[in-house]
């Protein structure tokens, strides 16, 4: 009984080497489910890879991978008083963020020497200090930096591929005129013909991309989920069945398969369509949930199968139309899910 991700572990390999070897400055990033691999296993890449510094979301997260990567640790979520310290072995290694001008002195009460980026707020506006606070660290720069290391300034931005070039250019522009003791730049989203560009343009700063998506996940092919049937049975319409006493509204089959609500199967984050033909499909989406039918991630003989009701802790139910083909118990079919909201009961690299 175990929802599975099998990966093609040359193929995978191999792309990870590619990508790689074609991004200069790359630092991996491996945070929360780590995009269905483990925090441990991406930590081990990385290090295969030769990168110098691994990026982790939170300060939570750095046990997992500390062990397992040798080199530099940046956490991605900025500094507050309230989060863990790192343990004091960890200290030169961590890479602090910090993105309110305040927050610098506090960081280096607590732990004077500390390493650490300063985060320029972007159109994303979710964390970063604005041009002016920035230009007012810069210009008292010997005093406000006094007693740590910085290590770069950090740009966090949208998701919105190839259409970053014009914003980066007018934040590294208040970089420059901050006049910081640094001339590094920690970047994420942008894409390889972006990267190239400011590379070309900026000759004298050095680019760092965080990549975590297009890294561990860039190759799909490489990849394959997995669910065991675990029962099967035939129903009639009107038959009753599951937690909440729904009946068949149709002749088919209720099968049983592995995975459920706890590996993260059936729950979805919000979603933020903008175009007309996405909008669509979610008045369509919402159509079927109104009538009790939802699609479910997996599917048998070739089609996406709707869930029979929501799915159990461990475990869902599928109802199958009277013409599917209905697979043995002990089977496995395929699922398609989001990586980073999966937790899988086995990685399997070949």
Not at 271 to 289: I, N, Q, T
């Amino acid at each position: 009984m175990a929802l599975v991700l099998a990966v093609d572990g040359e193929r995978w390999r191999g792309h990870l080497r590619g990508y790689a070897e074609a991004t200069p400055g790359l630092v991996p990033v491996a945070k929360g489910n780590g995009y269905g691999f483990t925090l441990g296993r991406l930590a081990r890449k990385a290090a295969w890879l030769g990168a110098d510094t691994l990026a982790v979301g939170t300060y939570e997260e750095l046990p997992e991978v500390a062990g397992r990567f040798p080199g530099d640790l940046l956490v991605l979520t900025p500094w507050r008083s309230f989060h863990p310290a790192p343990d004091a072995s960890l200290e030169r290694r961590v890479v602090h963020t910090v993105s309110r001008p305040d927050d610098l002195g506090g960081l280096l009460a607590a732990q004077p020497g500390a390493r650490f980026v300063l985060e320029l707020r972007t159109s994303m506006r979710r964390h970063g200090m604005s041009a002016q606070e920035l230009w007012g660290l810069g210009s008292d720069g010997a005093r406000a930096l006094r007693g740590g290391r910085l290590e770069g300034v950090a740009l966090h931005l949208p998701l919105a591929a190839g259409r970053h070039l014009a914003e980066v250019e007018r934040l590294l522009t208040d970089l420059v005129a901050a006049g910081l003791p640094t001339r590094t730049v920690w970047v994420s989203h942008l894409t390889a013909a972006e990267l190239t560009t400011l590379r070309s343009s900026y000759a004298d700063l050095e680019i760092r991309p965080r990549i975590g998506t297009d890294l561990w996940l860039g190759d799909r092919d490489a990849l394959r989920v997995t669910a065991t049937v675990l029962d099967a049975h035939p129903l009639a319409r009107g038959d009753g069945f599951g937690y909440r006493g729904r009946t068949a509204p149709r002749d088919g089959t209720l099968l049983v398969v592995s995975g459920g609500t706890a590996h993260g199967i059936g729950l979805e984050s919000p979603k933020g369509e903008a175009g007309l033909k996405a909008r669509a499909a979610v008045v369509a989406r919402s159509g079927l949930d109104a009538m009790g039918l939802t699609r479910s991630p997996f599917w048998v003989d070739g089609k996406q199968r709707l869930f029979a009701e929501p799915p159990h802790m461990q475990a869902s139910m599928l109802f199958l139309p009277a013409d599917a083909a209905v697979p043995e118990v002990g089977d496995r079919v395929d699922a398609r899910v989001r990586y980073t909201a999966t937790t899988f009961d086995r990685v399997d690299v070949g």
